[in-house]
Structures are given as structure tokens and as C-alpha cells.
């Protein structure tokens, strides 16, 4: 467990001292899109010092959020548990509510290909998708975003996912879309896909320009009530 203690007896006080202290949420963040290794944790959160993602690594497997797991009969990788996987709609509720005050980037902030991939998962409407097959690229980060039926899968292109990564899907996706960090507009409603497109926000590369249409019906947040 974190070595800060709250001196409370309350459930949002244990779930603080187990998640809350620096980097923490954000390796449980890199840990839903899939299990990785050391390496690749500290490549997917290029700023954290090797002693604190040690020291957080440990603390996480202590309070059984975290596990480590042999690798195809050949080293460890870092997975979440079952208590630790249960965070996943409450990491996806932090990232909508923080969805809206991001505003830019700050200068040096990075996108990484885990994060796209679980801020992606954070927009998901199920409930209004249409079928989608597209390669998303923004900066040096590429997925294949791929939506069949209402489900959602995202692999990544660029840079080139670990072994432990989902498999990538056969086939050519129907079209190649480039972004930057204003595709939060688009996500967010601000502008239809004709002004992001004439912004220079999005450009559809291959394939049919509708098909942002498609991808703004499925993948949306709603504004918060003030």
C-alpha cells in the first residue's frame, strides 16, 4: 500500500491511498488497453522517473490492483487484476469529466498510443455506432480502430505495439484518417466534419470523406451540466 495514509475510514479514502498518489491512475490506464512490460510502461509515460514507476509498480501489486504474469514462457509483463480491471468505467468517467477542460496542449504534452487508444474508449457510443474500419494517426501514433456491431476494437499501427498487445485485424481498414489535437473539437461537437475538415483538423487521406460522419456519430462526449 502507499505509504500516505489518510487516517479516515471510508471506502474513497481507501481507493486515494491506493490509486491516488502520482502516476498511478496513469499506470492503471496504460494496464486496460492491455499488459505490458517495465519497458514499455516507461516508453508509454516517457516523463515518469524509474523510481517512482518501481515504487508505484510495487505499490499497486501490494494493494492488488497490479499483478505481474509470465510472458510466453519468457519474462514478466504488469496486468491488473479482476479488482484492478473493475476500474475501468471509472477511469473512462474521469477521462469524460476531464474531457472538458483539456483546451491545447500544453507545450512539450505528448499523445501516446495508449492514451488515444483509452480516450477513443472514452467517447465509445455503442448505443449510436456505425461500423467502422479506419487507421487513425495523430502525430507518430497510428490505430486501427475498427467498429463491428457495436463493439469497439483498437490496435496499434504506430508505434508498433508490443507483443502483448490485441491482435491486429486482416485486412486493409476502408479508410486512413489524420489528425491533430483539435480532433477534441470534432469529438466534442464543436465543429461538424465539413468546418474540421476546412480547419485542417482532420483530413480523410483514403477513403470517403463521409466517413467522418460516421465516426463523430460514434464517438462523442456530451458536454457536462454546469
Same mark, same amino acid.
Given at each position: 500500500?502507499?505509504?500516505? $495514509?489518510? &487516517?479516515?475510514?471510508?471506502?474513497?479514502? /481507501?481507493?486515494?491511498?491506493?490509486?491516488?498518489?502520482? !502516476?498511478?491512475?496513469?499506470?492503471?490506464?496504460?494496464?486496460?488497453? &492491455?499488459?505490458r512490460r517495465y519497458t514499455d510502461l516507461k516508453q508509454g509515460l516517457p516523463r515518469i522517473p524509474t523510481n517512482?514507476?518501481? /515504487?508505484?509498480?510495487?505499490e499497486l501489486q501490494e494493494g492488488g490492483v497490479v499483478r505481474r504474469a509470465p510472458l510466453h514462457g519468457s519474462?514478466?509483463?504488469?496486468?491488473?487484476?479482476?479488482?484492478? @480491471?473493475?476500474?475501468? +468505467?471509472?477511469?473512462?468517467?474521469?477521462?469524460? !469529466?476531464? *474531457?472538458? /477542460?483539456?483546451?491545447?496542449?500544453?507545450?512539450?504534452?505528448?499523445?501516446?498510443? %495508449? $492514451?488515444?487508444?483509452?480516450?477513443? @474508449?472514452?467517447? *465509445?457510443?455503442?448505443?449510436? $455506432? $456505425?461500423?467502422?474500419?479506419?487507421?487513425?494517426?495523430?502525430? %507518430?501514433?497510428?490505430?486501427?480502430?475498427?467498429?463491428?456491431?457495436?463493439?469497439? =476494437?483498437?490496435?496499434?499501427?504506430?508505434?508498433?505495439?508490443?507483443?502483448?498487445?490485441?491482435?491486429?485485424?486482416?485486412?486493409?481498414?476502408?479508410?486512413?484518417?489524420?489528425?491533430?489535437? &483539435?480532433?477534441?473539437?470534432?469529438?466534442?461537437?464543436?465543429v461538424s466534419p465539413e468546418q474540421a475538415v476546412a480547419q485542417d483538423l482532420v483530413a480523410v487521406v483514403r477513403?470517403? =470523406?463521409?466517413?467522418?460522419?460516421? *465516426?463523430?456519430? /460514434? *464517438?462523442?462526449?456530451? +458536454?457536462?451540466?454546469?
Amino acid at each position: 500500500m502507499a505509504a500516505r $495514509s489518510y &487516517g479516515q475510514y471510508c471506502g474513497v479514502t /481507501t481507493a486515494v491511498e491506493l490509486i491516488g498518489e502520482r !502516476w498511478a491512475l496513469l499506470i492503471v490506464r496504460d494496464l486496460l488497453v &492491455g499488459p505490458r512490460r517495465y519497458t514499455d510502461l516507461k516508453q508509454g509515460l516517457p516523463r515518469i522517473p524509474t523510481n517512482i514507476l518501481s /515504487t508505484r509498480l510495487k505499490e499497486l501489486q501490494e494493494g492488488g490492483v497490479v499483478r505481474r504474469a509470465p510472458l510466453h514462457g519468457s519474462g514478466l509483463v504488469y496486468e491488473l487484476t479482476p479488482y484492478g @480491471r473493475a476500474l475501468e +468505467p471509472i477511469v473512462l468517467a474521469l477521462g469524460r !469529466w476531464g *474531457f472538458q /477542460t483539456m483546451g491545447v496542449p500544453g507545450e512539450g504534452d505528448v499523445v501516446t498510443a %495508449d $492514451s488515444l487508444t483509452m480516450a477513443l @474508449r472514452t467517447a *465509445f457510443r455503442p448505443e449510436r $455506432s $456505425s461500423d467502422l474500419d479506419i487507421a487513425l494517426h495523430l502525430g %507518430d501514433v497510428a490505430l486501427r480502430v475498427i467498429v463491428d456491431a457495436g463493439v469497439l =476494437q483498437v490496435a496499434q499501427l504506430a508505434p508498433a505495439a508490443p507483443p502483448v498487445g490485441g491482435a491486429l485485424p486482416p485486412g486493409e481498414p476502408e479508410a486512413v484518417v489524420v489528425a491533430g489535437p &483539435g480532433i477534441r473539437r470534432l469529438i466534442a461537437g464543436d465543429v461538424s466534419p465539413e468546418q474540421a475538415v476546412a480547419q485542417d483538423l482532420v483530413a480523410v487521406v483514403r477513403g470517403d =470523406q463521409r466517413i467522418l460522419d460516421a *465516426f463523430t456519430k /460514434t *464517438f462523442h462526449i456530451d +458536454p457536462l451540466a454546469a
